[in-house]
């Protein structure tokens, strides 16, 4: 099992920053994918980014330049939001996916608020 913790999350103004964390806890493999989906209101769940163990990254294509996601190692990984905008209003989730794509976990979700 796999607990993930999330933070950082919270209203801020349209032009403005936000930086998520997420640890992970529980069995966690040397080799693993963690990273961000979002779901605004009424709308499906879609990648925000993802990054492995190895440093390798995948984004949204409509994110990159403006989010930058990063870890410190197997267990915690960083998004930095940028230039936010009210369309980027959402429940942020932290994702964690094993090497073999067997196990995927959730966290329970982090409110961002962009106004405008």
């Known amino acids: 099992q796999v607990q993930l913790l999330e933070s950082g999350g919270g209203l801020v103004q349209t032009g403005g920053f936000l930086r998520l964390s997420c640890l992970a806890s529980g069995i966690i493999g040397d080799f693993n994918h963690m990273g961000w989906y979002r779901q605004a209101s009424g709308k499906e769940r879609e990648l925000v980014a993802v990054?492995?163990?190895?440093?390798?990254t995948d984004y949204a294509q409509s994110l990159k330049g403006r989010f930058t996601i990063s870890r410190d190692n197997a267990k915690t990984v960083y998004l930095q939001m940028n230039s936010l905008k009210p369309e980027d209003t959402a429940v942020y989730y932290c994702?964690?996916?094993?090497?073999?794509?067997?196990?995927?976990?959730w966290g329970q979700g982090s409110q961002v608020t962009v106004s405008s």
């Open positions: 994702y964690y996916r094993n090497a073999w794509g067997t196990a995927i976990y």
């Open positions: 990054v492995d163990t190895g440093g390798i």
